[in-house]
Each structure stands twice: as structure tokens, then as C-alpha cells.
């Protein structure tokens, strides 16, 4: 993606949810999310403009699940 990108998500039911980007390094540039949401379908935009390019790893942490989304920037 260049510069930004749209995470598609899906919450079986109500909860709080975190949404991180961290680089290869594990270091955290970014939280984009953390609060409670509603059950359903969802799209979070990341704009990653001040970054550079390179692999980063979005981590959706929901209760006790933890998915991680790889995502390639390109510039």
C-alpha cells in the first residue's frame, strides 16, 4: 500500500478491542485503536505517511485472541 491502507475486521460480539501497528523489530509506531466497539463487521484506515517503507504488523487484540495482519508499505 502507498500511503494508506484499510484493515477489514470482523467482532463476534461486543468487547474491547486494540488495534496496534508495530515494525519488524517489535517496536510499536502506532495504536489505532482502543475501546470498546460493537459486534460486527469493521474497516479501520491506516495512514502511514510519516513512515517509511517496509513490513509492518497490524495486531488485533479481542478478548483473548491476538491476530496479526502483515502489511507491506511501499513508497
Known amino acids: 500500500f502507498n500511503p494508506s491502507t484499510s484493515l477489514n475486521y ?12 508495530y515494525d519488524l523489530t517489535g517496536r510499536l509506531v502506532e495504536s ?5 466497539i460493537s459486534a460486527g463487521e469493521h474497516i479501520i484506515n491506516w495512514n502511514a505517511n510519516i513512515h517509511s517503507s517496509g513490513v509492518y ?3 488485533f487484540k479481542y478478548k ?12
Do not use: R
Open 64 to 75: 483473548n485472541t491476538l491476530k496479526t495482519q502483515k502489511l507491506m508499505l511501499v513508497k
Open 10 to 21: 470482523n467482532i463476534p460480539e461486543n468487547g474491547y478491542l486494540e488495534i496496534d501497528v
Open 57 to 59: 504488523l497490524a495486531q
Open 32 to 36: 489505532l485503536y482502543g475501546d470498546h
